[in-house]
Structures are given as structure tokens and as C-alpha cells.
């Protein structure tokens, strides 16, 4: 059983496009998180959600939003996709305090 | 402003040697850290972490020291085998505790020759 799951595994689409990622945990854990790895490699905390309580990454553009509809789900809209948005997307979740972070196996955003 | 560095892109190492994977970090306020490992085409896979009161922390062949002088810590791998060919992630976790997230370095592949 995977822990942390999303889907879809390769998103292809069209700049301007309004796209989805889901993400669901099974682990029990009551943080989940998501980055990008960028083309450089790097990744970088985007967002984190906690007990209904958001932590946004400053450099996040409004255009990426996450929805939790409950503890085990953080899903990852994007709105008016751009070229530089191209990267792969990274859940993970965590029970707070603790550091292990886990993760999914990511999902391969290509915008075109 | 890179807080956590792996210095080293890649290293190669003999089946059988240590494996030695550096890190270095320039926020004194970290205080817990954490290796993963990353397939290809895989999400980052927890290995083994060690919090900021302790220097060393063992687990099988993984072995992560901690020296909060020198703001450095290394992942050692003995023996080296096949499989731990992969890209070694470090990461430090932010002060305030997990909600904050991870701070990760660019990672070190780390390639075992037979």
C-alpha cells in the first residue's frame, strides 16, 4: 500500500490551462506539503497545511492554490498554467514535530 | 541563498568501500536534519535523520554525523552496495517544527562500481 499517493504521474497540457494534481496520504499523519523540483534540481517547499492552518511560500505565485478536503488530502490547483511552471511536483506529508517527511512519487508537469 | 549545500554533484565509490556524503548548512536555527534518497523517477525516500542535541545516529549500514561547530554533516554508507547507487538528498528542518517544511540541498549522486 503506498503511503502517499498522487496522480497523475505526467501531466501534459497547453499554457493558459487550468490543471489539478491530487494527493492523498494514508499514513494518519496531519501535515502535508507540497514542492517543486525545478529544472535545477533544487526542491523547494511551496506550500504546508497543518489542522486547517496554510503556510505559504512567498515566492508561490497566486496562481497555485491548495484544497484540502480533509486530513488526508492536499490537492494542488494551477491556474493559467505558463511554460515555467514545467516541473516535477512533489506531496509529502508528515505528523508535525517529528521531521520524517515522507513523499510521493511526484508528478511530471509539462507545460507547452 | 542556499542554506543547505551539497557540495559534492556526484561521487563514485567501489561496492564494498564507505560511502561518505557531505553536507554543509549556514542556519544555526536548524535544529533536526535528514537524508533521502531519490530513484530516478521515484519521490525522495526517507533514510535516516538526526536531531541537533545528538552527533551521531546509527541505522544499519547508514551512520549520519552531526558537528554543529563546523555547521557540517555527512552520511556514511559501509559496506557500499548496488543498490544505493542514487541521488542522496540532505535536508534540515526548519525552526518552528515540521509545518514549516524542509530546506533541501541540490543532492549528490552517488554511483557504486562493482
Known amino acids: 500500500d503506498t503511503a502517499v499517493s498522487q496522480t497523475p504521474k505526467y501531466l501534459v497540457t497547453q499554457m493558459g490551462n487550468d490543471k489539478s494534481i491530487k494527493c492523498e496520504q494514508n499514513l494518519g499523519h496531519d501535515t502535508m506539503y507540497w514542492y517543486k523540483q525545478d529544472s535545477k534540481k533544487f526542491l523547494k517547499i511551496m506550500f504546508s497545511y497543518n489542522n486547517k492552518e496554510l503556510i505559504i511560500n512567498e515566492t508561490v505565485p497566486n496562481r497555485f492554490s491548495p484544497k484540502s478536503p480533509d486530513k488526508a488530502h492536499l490537492n494542488l490547483h494551477i491556474n493559467s498554467l505558463e511554460l515555467g511552471d514545467s516541473a516535477v511536483y512533489f506531496c509529502a506529508s508528515s505528523q508535525s514535530h517529528t521531521g520524517g517527511v515522507f513523499f510521493g512519487s511526484g508528478t511530471q508537469l509539462s507545460v507547452l | 541563498d542556499q542554506q543547505v549545500k551539497q557540495n559534492s554533484p556526484s561521487l563514485s565509490v567501489q561496492e564494498g568501500r564507505i560511502s561518505i556524503l557531505n553536507c554543509d548548512y549556514t542556519?544555526?536555527?536548524?535544529?533536526?536534519f535528514l537524508w533521502y534518497k531519490k530513484y530516478p523517477a521515484e519521490g525522495p525516500t526517507f533514510l535516516i535523520s538526526?536531531?541537533?542535541?545528538?552527533d551521531k545516529n546509527e541505522d544499519g549500514r547508514f551512520t549520519v554525523f552531526l558537528n554543529k561547530s563546523a555547521k557540517h554533516l555527512s552520511l556514511h554508507i559501509v559496506p557500499s552496495q548496488p543498490g544505493d547507487s542514487a541521488v542522496y538528498f540532505c535536508a534540515a528542518l526548519n525552526p518552528g517544527g515540521g509545518a514549516d517544511g524542509l530546506t533541501f540541498g541540490k543532492g549528490t549522486h552517488l554511483i557504486i562500481q562493482p
Open positions: 542556519n544555526s536555527m536548524f535544529d533536526y
Open positions: 538526526i536531531s541537533s542535541i545528538k
